[in-house]
């Protein structure tokens, strides 16, 4: 199985509050995770993505971090929301270790940012 | 830096219409390009292309990748309305850019009855 569980579909945030949302995959052990912004309905975003429990790489400087506290779950988080931090949130996984692997995509959170 | 773009950005076509999406990257050490289609949420995976000049084909979708151009492209032939989607690009590299999936800016394909 290569489901992936993503919480909450949509959220409203005011400006300045905190968020944390999750992402938890089934399937096997030690996946490459990641997280995408898209706005717009467009391209990709590309913004964490993580090989391992703890190991962490950051591609764009923002007010967002994430978090791998287990080896099936993926955290992104702010302390201070922006109004340019909203979009759609994907979460998405591929095999780790291999290349030449598709990534499999969970159904996404919406925040709007108020 | 690694770089996807895709064209045209949109797309408006007739049904039974051919289309051509197209897709270019400058990436280190290139590994893989990858085809995904979205219709609401998640992208589905379309294609996976490693090798230059060998097409992958499924139904009326077919693509092709030039590695020594640096470009893609992916075809719907006889298109229909449920083809309507954003087609996105990701290429992934190697070295610095291990395990990194990087996306280009979709294209926008509307098919009208």
């Known amino acids: 199985s290569q489901t992936i569980h993503q919480w909450p579909a949509t959220l409203v945030q005011p400006v300045g509050s905190p968020l944390s949302l999750e992402c938890t995959v089934e399937?096997?052990?030690?996946?490459?995770l990641y997280w995408y912004r898209q706005a717009a309905g467009r391209g990709l975003q590309l913004l964490f993505y993580?090989?391992?429990?703890?190991?962490i790489s950051s591609e764009v400087p923002q007010n967002l971090s994430a978090s791998r506290p287990q080896d099936r779950q993926f955290i992104l988080s702010s302390k201070k929301l922006l109004l340019s931090d909203s979009g759609f949130y994907l979460c998405?996984?591929?095999?780790?270790?291999?290349?030449?692997?598709?990534?499999?995509f969970g159904q996404g959170t919406r925040l709007t940012v108020v | 830096e690694d770089k996807v773009v895709q064209s045209p950005l949109s797309l408006v076509v007739h049904e039974g219409d051919t289309v051509t999406l197209n897709c270019s990257y400058e990436?280190?050490?290139?590994?893989?390009l990858l085809w995904y289609k979205q219709e609401k949420k998640a992208p589905t995976f379309l294609f996976m292309l490693?090798?230059?000049?060998i097409e992958k084909k499924s139904g009326r979708l077919s693509s092709i990748l030039d590695k020594k151009e640096l470009f893609s492209i992916l075809n719907i032939t006889a298109t229909q309305t449920g083809d309507s989607a954003v087609y996105l690009c990701?290429?992934?590299?190697?070295?610095?850019?291990?395990?990194?999936?990087?996306f280009g800016t979709g294209t926008l394909l509307a098919v009208q009855p």
């Open positions: 399937g096997t052990s030690n996946p490459n």
């Open positions: 990701a290429v992934e590299g190697v070295g610095g850019a291990t395990n990194k999936l990087i």
């Open positions: 993580s090989v391992g429990i703890g190991q």
């Open positions: 990436v280190t050490n290139f590994r893989s």
């Open positions: 490693t090798s230059s000049g």
């Open positions: 998405a996984r591929r095999w780790g270790g291999r290349m030449n692997t598709e990534a499999f």
